[in-house]
């Protein structure tokens, strides 16, 4: 086993993809039984949408969040059973934060799967299909991007709202403000701007009525203190307290997520070794823009499992 300090990370919405979960499920009974407790939670066949899609169903956000969730978590249950392992740290992007609420002990698996299904329709529902979104900027500075949405923030809403790594920033606002800053931002020098397949501007200040109503559903759940310190996504900080990893989550909502400060910190605190859990390898990529000193794997599926239980298992 490495003496490395280790850190686990959980993809977000945007890691799905048609298939996830299949291999685990047809090959490990614990895995398994994940997705068969998520089917009976949310009274519908999570686990089908999962493994047969189709694509168009499974990247609906009501229906994205629970899945990528699931997937993860029944990948986390495995090594558990395995290797036993425990990180020091853990992190998630955005919707990776829950999974890593469950990892870190804070809430049950069960309980996150309701949230997070009511997380993504009252995110839906705090915007009007069409008057927000958010887009991908490619090859372009942070500050640069920072300096072109404060110059548009005094007409309305709009903000850099995945600060994913160097050069990948995804923005978020009004949808008619978005157009004005895609032609500041090539004028910049940004190398690719790509409007993103989702209809609503998250992690942004639009959220509010959303996160304000998440509120409500988050203080009526039995949160517990963290086992393993949680790099919040809203603040790029260790939290442990309860209180604290329910303030992170509802302000997770309106916030930038602060991806790349989260791995910095969490290298900053000792971690040299990352492994991301759950669909593809998106966090992976990024990590490996942010620091070339890391080691970076995955497990998504039972080959990369395989690899991790001969690097850490006993």
Known sequence: MSGKALAFVFPGQAAQCVGMGKAMAGKFETARRTFETANGVLGFDLAKL??????????LTENTQPAVLATSYAILSMMREKTGVKPRLVAGH??????????????????????????????QEAVPVGEGGMVAVIGLDRDSIEDVCEKLRSEGEIRAANVNC??????????????????MLKAKGARRLVKLALSAPFHSRLMAPAAEKFGLELVKLPFKDAKVPIIANASASPVEAKEDVVDALKRQMTSPVLWEDCVKRMIEMGVMDFVEVGPQRILSSFIKRISRDV????????????????????
């Open 50 to 59: 999962c493994f047969e899609g189709p694509k168009e169903q499974l990247d």
């Open 94 to 123: 955005s919707l990776g934060e829950y999974t890593a609420a469950v990892c870190a002990g804070c809430i049950e698996f069960e309980d996150a799967l309701r949230l997070v299904l009511r997380r993504a329709q009252l995110m």
């Open 166 to 183: 160097p050069g990948q920033i995804v923005i978020s606002g009004a949808m008619a403000l978005l157009d004005k800053a895609m032609e």
């Open 295 to 314: 080691g970076i794997s995955n497990v998504d599926g039972p080959e990369s499992f395989h690899v991790f239980c001969d690097s850490y298992g006993s």
